[in-house]
Nanobody, 118 residues
Framework: QVQLKESGGRLVQAGGSLRLSCEASGYTFSDYGMGWFRQAPGRERDFVAAIAWDGVDYSNSVKGRFAISRDNALNMVYLQMNSLKPEDTAVYYC?????????????WGQGTQVTVSS
């Protein structure tokens, strides 16, 4: 069955960097786009970044600071996060699909917590 597992979340100071990883299994990884979303307490799950065979997309709030990439040989997708801000604090989820809406994704990981201290 399809499984997605995020890792790499931790406490980091503002201005720091962090790389999240997501390992996919149970399907042909290269056939699908992948995305990252995040959810802060009391807020909706928001789009962060997505990658497909023909391009990438970022939310305005992370453009220029975050970078999404993938390694099809390893079935991995990554989110490099630089210049982190306290408002980046959230649980980060990877998902299979492509687009800016949660409805465009069919499988989700369990999430990894990122906390940015000021």
């Amino acid at each position: 069955q399809v499984q997605l597992k995020e890792s790499g979340g931790r406490l980091v100071q503002a201005g720091g960097s962090l790389r999240l990883s997501c390992e996919a299994s149970g399907y042909t990884f290269s056939d699908y786009g992948m995305g990252w979303f995040r959810q802060a307490p009391g807020r909706e799950r928001d789009f962060v970044a997505a990658i497909a065979w023909d391009g990438v997309d970022y939310s305005n709030s992370v453009k220029g600071r975050f970078a999404i990439s993938r390694d099809n040989a390893l079935n991995m997708v990554y989110l490099q996060m630089n210049s982190l801000k306290p408002e980046d604090t959230a649980v980060y989820y990877c998902a299979r699909g492509y687009g800016r809406s949660v409805s465009m994704y069919t499988y989700w990981g369990q999430g990894t917590q990122v906390t940015v201290s000021s």
